[in-house]
């Protein structure tokens, strides 16, 4: 009977490699699957089944709100009752494009504030946790209605069918089944994130030394995502964010045409430890950033990255304008990303806010002696240092310094951001914030 041992081995073999080969997929030999089209097939079935009438979403988890602005492809700010929140949308997490630039994270962006814009009604619908792990944001699934007389599509959804965005799994949401369907759908497309290219994205990882006074003046030069290394003068810095101008005057070739001068520009930094933290104003130093141009949020540098050491500290200068000298909150836009001081605004009102994660922030409106509007924004540092009510009385004049910042909602669409508040330590101003002791100054 030995010799039956090795066919029996033989037969165990070919029955083995069968079995293996049954079981592989079958993708027509050697050849790669086909790319299916993108479509939207799953949003356009889906049906809001919750009456958002009558309803308010941060009490009844739906309701029907007012777009204020989009911020990404997957954060909107909006309106409900007299309330500002700000939302992150559940399920998906977009490429990024506002503190940092990522392929794809415009385009979304654009998809997501074309949609939302010229929607004629938005509802948001919660599922699960209300507020995300900042704090600040609350989670929902949006749902916007194109026309008065179509229906309510998911937003969330859509941006996952056109490959916008991953699906982010959590078996625990109300529409888990759709999500995975449309993911795994939109994987098969070979589209956008799953594997194309953003033709207007730079995919280098080069890093081109130059100035902000250039950027800003040969934009068109760049792609989106593409990394420059500058030298910097910290002028104020918000929170996170700074004002920065050129450490030095810069000066370079245009066709013939020699350009001198300093650039002066917004840089944000996200939500992360504070600039002010490792610099004082006036201190240069280089940082690799990107740029993005005339964004929801103006022109900005994003993606700040590897900031050196401190070269030195020379004291910025602030150039000075009259209130009276300009028409309103329009004519700071040549002053864009600049730090200036407007003398004789007049007070005229103070309102108060609240973000979602409570904190409180101020906007109060000044006027000239022609009474045009100028906007001034304090952020949350200032209000816990001084409170801002108990700073200003309405019908006084104030020479007023701060960075001239973009925001669409703003009177003439530019305010003037005062910086952080000076910093105490056992009653002792911190030497540091001596320059920013003057950036409120009542007018005798």
């Known amino acids: 009977m030995k010799f039956l041992k090795k066919p029996i081995k033989l037969l165990s073999l070919i029955l083995i490699s069968i079995l293996i080969v049954g079981c592989e997929p079958n993708n027509g030999g050697n050849e790669k699957t086909e790319p299916i089209p993108l479509d939207t097939r799953y949003t356009d079935e889906l049906d809001l089944d919750v009456s958002p009438i009558g309803k308010d979403f941060i009490e009844d988890g739906i309701g029907i709100v007012e777009l204020n602005r989009c911020v990404d492809g997957d954060t909107i700010s909006v309106y409900t009752g007299n309330k500002s929140i700000t939302i992150r949308f559940l399920g998906i997490d977009t490429p990024e494009s506002t503190g940092r630039v990522e392929a794809w994270g415009k385009p979304a962006s654009e998809f997501v504030r ?218 700071l836009e040549p002053y864009y990303g600049r730090v200036v001081q407007v003398k004789n605004l007049k007070c005229v009102k103070i309102e108060k806010r609240t973000t979602t994660g409570g904190d409180d922030y101020h906007v109060v409106e000044f006027v000239n002696s022609d009474n045009e509007l100028f906007d001034v924004y304090f952020g949350n540092s200032l209000i816990i240092k001084h409170q801002v009510e108990n700073i200003f009385t309405i019908g006084k004049l104030y020479n007023i310094t701060g960075g001239i910042a973009y925001y669409e909602y703003a009177n003439g669409e530019y305010q003037i951001s005062v910086g952080d508040a000076p910093r105490y330590t056992k009653g002792e101003i911190n030497p540091d914030d001596l320059p920013r002791l003057n950036d409120v100054v009542e007018v005798e």
């Not at 948001?124 to 946790?129: C, I, S, V």
């Not at 500058?230 to 964010?241: A, D, P, S």
Request: net charge negative; proline share 2%.
């Open 114 to 331: 074309e949609k939302l814009e010229n929607a004629v009604s938005i509802v948001l619908e919660a599922d699960g946790e209300r507020i995300d792990s900042t704090g600040n944001r609350y989670l929902a699934w949006v749902w916007y209605k194109p026309s008065d007389s179509q229906k309510y599509r998911l937003l969330n959804l859509e941006e996952v069918e056109l490959a916008y965005t991953r699906y982010m799994v959590d078996k625990s949401y109300k529409y888990h089944n759709i999500f995975w369907d449309a993911g795994e759908k939109a994987a098969l497309s070979q589209k956008r994130i799953y594997g194309e290219k953003d033709p207007n994205f730079n995919y280098s990882k080069e890093t081109i030394e130059t100035s902000i006074l250039y950027i800003l003046n040969n934009h068109d030069e760049f792609q989106t995502g593409t990394k420059f290394l500058i030298t910097v003068k910290l002028v104020r810095t918000v929170g996170n964010n700074m004002f920065l101008e050129d450490a030095y005057e810069v000066s370079y070739d245009d066709d013939g045409k020699i350009v001198s001068g300093k650039g002066h520009i917004y840089a944000f930094y996200g939500y992360t430890d504070p600039y002010y933290r490792k610099y004082k104003i006036g201190d240069i130093f280089t940082l690799e950033c990107q740029l993005e141009y005339e964004g929801m949020y103006g022109t900005q540098l994003t993606g700040l990255r590897k900031p050196s050491k401190v070269i030195e500290n020379i004291a910025p200068e602030i150039i000075s304008l009259d209130a009276d000298s300009l028409d309103g909150g329009k004519d």
